[in-house]
C-alpha cells in the first residue's frame, strides 16, 4: 500500500493513501496543481506541483484529473485560481459540510427519490 506525505497549512505532516489526492497538470506536464482532504482536520489543501511534485505523484499513483473544457466549465473560485493557473477550471465551489447535510435530509423526501428515480430512468 503506497502511502503519500504531504503537509497541511494547520496540520503538519499528514499521510494518505494516492486515491485521496486530486491531480491537475498543466503546461504540458511541467506543473500542475493537487489537492487533498486533510485526514485529520478535514480543511481541503491546494498545492502547486512542479516538475518533480508531478512526477511524483503520477508515479504513487495518484490520478491525473482532465480539467474540464474551458467553455463548458463554470469559473473557478478566486481563491482557488492563481494567476498561473488559470487554465484549470473547477466546475462550481467546493461541496460543504452544509452541502452533505441538505442531501442527506433531502434523500428523507420520497418525492426527492421519485425525482431522482424517474430522472435515471428517463420517465
Do not use: Q
Request: glycine share 8%.
Amino acid at each position: 500500500m503506497t502511502t503519500i506525505r504531504s503537509t497541511c497549512p494547520r496540520c503538519g505532516e499528514v499521510d494518505m493513501r494516492p486515491e485521496a489526492i486530486a491531480l491537475w497538470v498543466i503546461h504540458g506536464g511541467r506543473e500542475g496543481r493537487y489537492r487533498f482532504t486533510c485526514p485529520a482536520c478535514s480543511d481541503v489543501v491546494d498545492k502547486p506541483a512542479d516538475r518533480k511534485i508531478v512526477s511524483l505523484l503520477v508515479s504513487a499513483g495518484v490520478d491525473v484529473v482532465e480539467p474540464e473544457s474551458p467553455a463548458t466549465a463554470a469559473p473557478a473560485p478566486r481563491e482557488l485560481e492563481p494567476s498561473s493557473w488559470r487554465e484549470l477550471h473547477w466546475g462550481g465551489p467546493a461541496f460543504t459540510v452544509d452541502d452533505v447535510i441538505a442531501f442527506g435530509l433531502a434523500l428523507e423526501s420520497a418525492s426527492t427519490i421519485e425525482i431522482i428515480a424517474s430522472a435515471h430512468t428517463g420517465s
